[in-house]
């Protein structure tokens, strides 16, 4: 089971996914035979892959400690260089992204994780998937009452070529800073590099990460409602919550994609 969660607020907003299909599929010409020898004709070289450097979060930017999950198990995703073959169906789906057994190593009295509300179907840049890009984690925590339970909200916002994805982050990555800076301790940025990803930050409601290895980058955003029981003082447990569980998570997907393929597919 898996799910998403980002800074635990009373209403998170969800923002539908947009998907940058990477990379390609080249052709190869077939053998030419002549009277006196055969040979291979020359393969089309492959496109080119650049790799994407996020800009630098603000000044001050400060990695808080991170505890260390035990992933259930790892997701090798694979890209089409030419971004004419989706190759979706290598995506781990939104409700895989995150399991019981991992929460439960960051989340105090954590004992039940059930999944809701997963979301399938037309991406906005034209293309559809049979996988869940968007799932709710209900979770059962010690100490909550039946009708306050904690939420995951999970948004696997898409793979593909590192410029593709990059071009959409840089975007929003400005956008964030520009209202960090009217609304001074609502934003938190990492280093980039920091947790394992190519990026990540939080903007008070939603956390979103910026994974990349090889030919392969993606995007994954998750939001959390409640964990107000993590702690007996409940501005102590928001704290546990916000520095504690979410660096955890980042970290979490950056070791669970740190084995996506290191070359697009041919």
């Not at 400060?62 to 090798?76: L, M, Q, V, Y």
């Not at 994780?113 to 998937?129: A, E, H, K, W, Y």
């Not at 990555?173 to 930050?201: C, E, H, I, M, V």
């Amino acid at each position: 089971m898996l799910l998403a969660a980002g800074v635990a607020v009373a209403v998170a907003v969800t923002v539908p996914a947009y998907t940058a299909y990477a990379a390609g599929n080249t052709s190869s010409a077939g053998p030419s035979v002549s009277r006196t020898h055969s040979s291979s004709a020359a393969k089309k070289p492959k496109p080119s892959v650049t790799p994407y450097s996020p800009p630098a979060p603000p000044e001050g930017s400060a990695t808080p400690e991170a505890k260390t999950i035990t992933p259930s198990g790892h997701f090798t995703v694979k890209v089409d260089r030419t971004g004419k073959k989706p190759m979706d169906g290598t995506w781990p789906s939104a409700a895989e992204l995150f399991t019981q057994a991992e929460l439960q190593q960051v989340v105090p009295g954590l004992t039940d994780v059930t999944t809701t509300m997963c979301r399938t179907g037309n991406l906005p840049d034209g293309g559809s998937t049979k996988k869940s890009t968007m799932c709710t984690l209900n979770l059962r925590i010690s100490g909550e009452s039946d009708d306050d339970r904690s939420k995951l909200m999970i948004n696997i916002r898409g793979f593909g070529l590192p410029q593709q994805i990059g071009k959409q982050w840089t975007k929003d990555l400005a956008r964030a800073r520009d209202r960090s800076a009217k609304r001074p301790g609502l934003y938190t940025f990492y280093p980039n590099k920091s947790f394992g990803t190519s990026a990540a930050y939080t903007d008070g409601t939603t956390t979103k990460v910026l994974v990349q290895h090889g030919d392969v980058a993606g995007e994954i955003w998750f939001s959390g409602i409640g964990f107000t029981a993590l702690n007996s003082d409940y501005l102590k447990s928001r704290r546990i919550y916000r520095t504690t569980v979410v660096p955890s998570l980042v970290q979490l997907l950056g070791a669970k994609f740190n084995n996506t393929t290191e070359k697009a597919a041919a």
